[in-house]
């Protein structure tokens, strides 16, 4: 090994080939800093400071007003560990369509509480067929089936868990709105309504 590193220095040091071994050097330097960098950028934006510099005036309030941000265990969701997956390629597929959003909101289309609104429901369709299509594996990441015990929940949530166990059901299916208000729900297609909504 030391023979190696030897000869590795020998070459590198060598004048012929003084100029490839420091555009080796140089790249390998560039290509770590800018991973680096571009991780860091990616991790940034998933920050709840960073969601909530577009959407404090809309979503944030009500997203703090529920359990996933204050609960007596203490666990806490924030945006991304539900509207951004964990694996690798649909993380970057999701935020390629997150810079859509954002760019949506620059030129104007959602910067107001009002236009948010006017939105809601074709936003919410829009999430909800994502988690329906991925089998809601942002929800699944901390809840799934197999580690509910069933005999610690209240009666009714274990007879719809058992429920949707059987029936191939997912999260979504049921817990829409569970971290923010649900838009007008009239406009909504039946099945984006769980059946015990619509009996209500």
Not at 49 to 74: I, K, L, Q, T, W
Not at 151 to 169: D, L, R, S
Request: with cysteine; aromatic share 10%.
């Amino acid at each position: 090994m030391i023979k190696l590193i030897k000869t590795f220095w020998k070459w590198f040091r060598s004048p012929s080939k003084m100029a490839v071994g420091t555009l080796i050097l140089l790249s390998a330097l560039g290509g770590i800093l800018f991973w680096g960098g571009f991780n860091q950028g990616l991790a940034y934006t998933n920050t709840e400071e960073f969601c909530s510099d577009c959407h404090m005036n809309d979503v944030v309030p009500e997203y703090r007003a529920s359990v996933h941000y204050s609960n007596r265990s203490g666990v806490k969701a924030i945006c991304s560990d539900c509207h951004v997956p964990h694996e690798f390629f649909p993380k970057w597929k999701r935020k390629i369509i997150a810079a859509r959003e954002v760019y949506s909101h620059i030129m104007g289309h959602v910067d107001t509480k009002e236009k948010f609104e006017a939105q809601r429901l074709k936003m919410a369709e829009s999430e909800w067929a994502r988690l329906k299509a991925n089998n809601s594996q942002e929800c699944r990441n901390c809840h799934n089936f197999d580690d509910m015990d069933f005999t610690q929940q209240k009666n009714v949530a274990q007879e719809m868990h058992a429920m949707a166990q059987e029936q191939g059901k997912t999260c979504i299916d049921c817990h829409k709105g569970i971290a923010h208000n649900l838009p007008h729900m009239e406009k909504v297609q039946k099945s984006f309504i769980p059946e015990d909504m619509l009996k209500k």
